[in-house]
């Protein structure tokens, strides 16, 4: 957990998880553990010992961990250190597609119901507490549990709102790139904001005008009030009425990808089937050699190549501009089940950021990386031409992710998508050629190899770093 | 709106008392789907199996 360790700070502590009293993640020798505190420790003991936690890890809703005696990063206030199962890549909301974050919407709810059914309940509900772990949305918190007190509301009401419904309404009902609002709102979209950006329509659907609109407007009602408790409080009847209507108005929630910029991109390419079939055999054999343990597919679309890298056992993670081409990767590995690919929405030419306090709460693209294998198949020319980007910043870029291989596919001048990209404006890259590339290149990585690609004017390269 | 002891996040006035609103009138259905599906039974109607513990989050 590479991203974890840039994310430390001097005392151990990891900076991701400082806002929580119960314990928090620390690394010792490259192993990631988590340090439960003695105010938590009743807590810890209700989970395990109710059957909860055996119950949730086995549907694959929560992280598996083992007790060890690993010694405490804070001994003063330790009661146990726990190892969680490592996660093989963290990846945030932001950079999810609609049906992931519906996913870990319901993930988090059908967790919430099964806990109240054993007098436990989720004391926090971030998005940012789920990971996709062998495919599925599984909570990474261990500590996010606390005994079930008669007749308490749940105090994670309005984090759920504002993480998951809010952002998954504005992608269902506005524009699905919309989900980039979590990247701005570390805590979740703001529910007034949210309210004046959905259409009027939405005030008929029950769920939203109460979760949503009626919320927002008693947020703002009650903003400097301080209630009191109401007598008898919440029955667990109730509540459990209120997590149903939660699960039922986002289950409602639909987006398709039709009609985005390239959903229907392999439809539009200009390759034959026996190019595109030389290229999967190329992807294939040389993850097949090289054996990478972790590889970034970037430009990866609907995740064709990211497949054949990820049948050679590698971890595979598909980036994709376009939140389209995402979602149907993401229903692929679903339909498929498969538990080494795992698709994200992220813009190449703006990168996710490192985010939050002291930059240090959500790592950036970058420092998630390096990585043993990198593929960059047919993104060259829309880095290089319609971003502007010289090819030797490529080459640099290129080499800061890619700890060892580096399978890269070259789209001359003269292929047709180029020829697209410059009929609107002026080929100002006279350095746009094969020599060029391969002589920018060369400075941080040697070729092993070069194939051109059948039935076209590509060529794939096969590059060690430096 | 006091709880003991107090969450370390901050569940916001108006989210707690719209939640209250909202549970109160939600357990009412819930309250009636159980009257209903005692009188069901009462009856001789099978009630349908329960699925809940077998999803994983992904429906």
Request: glycine share 6%.
């Amino acid at each position: 957990m590479r991203m974890m360790i840039q994310a430390m700070r001097k005392t151990g502590q990891l900076s991701a998880s400082f806002r929580d009293p119960s314990g928090f993640l620390f690394t010792d020798n490259g192993i990631l553990y988590r340090q439960i505190n003695r105010a938590y420790s009743l807590d810890y003991a209700r989970l395990m010992d109710s059957g909860l936690y055996a119950k949730l890890v086995k549907a694959n809703l929560l992280i598996p961990h083992v007790e060890t005696d690993q010694l405490p990063a804070q001994s003063d206030a330790a009661f146990k250190v726990i190892q969680p199962e490592q996660v093989a890549f963290i990846s945030y909301p932001y950079e999810w597609s609609f049906s992931q974050l519906k996913d870990a919407a319901l993930a988090t709810l059908s967790i919430q119901k099964r806990a109240l059914k054993l007098d436990m309940s989720l004391k926090d509900a971030s998005a940012y507490n789920i990971q996709f772990v062998r495919g599925k949305a599984t909570v990474i918190d261990t500590l996010s549990f606390e005994i079930y007190k008669a007749g308490e509301p749940w105090v994670a009401y309005k984090q759920f709102c504002q993480h998951f419904l809010a952002p998954l309404a504005l992608m269902a009902y506005r524009d699905v790139r919309l989900s980039q609002l979590l990247r701005v709102y570390i805590d979740g979209v703001p529910l007034d904001l949210v309210s004046g950006l959905l259409p009027a329509k939405t005030k008929f659907n029950f769920g939203l005008l109460t979760h949503i609109h009626i919320h927002a407007g008693a947020q703002k009602r009650y903003s400097d009030r301080v209630a009191a408790p109401r007598k008898g409080g919440l029955s667990k009847q109730a509540l459990t009425g209120l997590i149903e209507s939660l699960e039922n108005t986002i289950k409602k929630l639909i987006w398709k990808p039709a009609g985005t910029e390239w959903g229907d991109y392999y439809e539009n390419t200009n390759y034959t089937d026996a190019a595109f079939e030389h290229k999967k055999q190329l992807v294939k054999e040389w993850s097949a050699e090289k054996k990478p343990a972790l590889v970034w597919d970037l430009g990866g679309n609907t995740g064709v190549f990211s497949r054949e890298a990820a049948s050679s056992g590698a971890y595979t993670v598909s980036f994709d501009i376009d939140p389209a081409a995402v979602e149907q990767n993401y229903r692929t590995v679903k339909t498929k089940k498969e538990q080494n690919i795992l698709p994200l929405v992220l813009d190449l030419t703006n990168p996710s950021p490192a985010l939050g306090w002291d930059h240090s709460e959500r790592d950036s693209f970058g420092a998630r990386g390096p990585v043993d294998m990198v593929l960059a198949l047919a993104v060259i020319h829309h880095l290089a031409i319609s971003n502007n980007v010289p090819l030797p910043q490529l080459a640099e870029f290129f080499a800061s992710h890619c700890r060892r291989w580096l399978v890269i596919e070259f789209v001359p001048k003269s292929d047709s998508q180029v020829q697209k990209l410059l009929t609107s404006r002026e080929d100002i890259f006279p350095n746009y050629t094969r020599e060029g590339f391969e002589s920018a290149f060369s400075s941080s990585f040697i070729i092993q190899r070069s194939e051109s690609v059948r039935d076209s004017e590509r060529t794939i390269f096969l590059m060690e770093a430096r | 709106m006091h709880f003991a002891p107090l969450p370390y996040l901050d569940p916001g006035s108006g989210s707690m008392i719209i939640q209250i609103a909202i549970a109160v009138l939600l357990g009412l259905g819930v309250a009636l789907r159980a009257s209903w599906g005692g009188i069901k039974k009462y009856f001789g109607v099978k009630p349908k199996p329960e699925d809940e513990d077998d999803d994983s989050g992904d429906a």
